[in-house]
Nanobody, 128 residues
Framework: VQVLESGGGSVQAGGSLRLSCEAS????????MGWFRRAPGKEREGVAS???????VYADSVKGRFTISQDNGKNTLSLQMNNLKPEDTAMYYC???????????????????????WGQGTQVTVSS
């Protein structure tokens, strides 16, 4: 299984970026995918999660600004980030959990240990 992110970059506060994630190497109708981030000096945190039934969850810090969605391919996931803030600066990682749906509960879906496969990350930098 491979997970590949793209779309990071630098933007001024208030701007937008769209991240994409392509997962390959598996075929299943049941899966969970998520976006996580790690800022310098901070722990990794969950950003958003999407499951094969179309349900989504978001961290409170991004709710209303970020949107996670599935693209044309079932194994392609996007994160549209609007109204970006300097505190959104981080390395963003896509994660996949194929062959099973997302775990129950918001906290579990935001828990990195629930995901099996990870991309290398893409940097997002927001300047004030």
């Amino acid at each position: 299984v491979q997970v590949l992110e793209s779309g990071g970059g630098s933007v001024q506060a208030g701007g937008s970026l769209r991240l994409s994630c392509e997962a390959s190497g598996y075929t299943t109708s049941s899966y969970c995918m998520g976006w996580f981030r790690r800022a310098p000096g901070k722990e990794r945190e969950g950003v958003a999660s999407f499951d094969s039934y179309g349900s989504t969850v978001y961290a409170d810090s991004v709710k209303g600004r970020f949107t996670i969605s599935q693209d044309n391919g079932k194994n392609t996931l996007s994160l549209q980030m609007n109204n970006l803030k300097p505190e959104d600066t981080a390395m963003y990682y896509c994660a996949a959990r194929p062959y099973s749906g997302c775990p129950a509960g918001h906290e579990q879906r935001m828990n990195a240990y629930e995901y099996n496969y990870w991309g290398q990350g893409t940097q997002v930098t927001v300047s004030s």
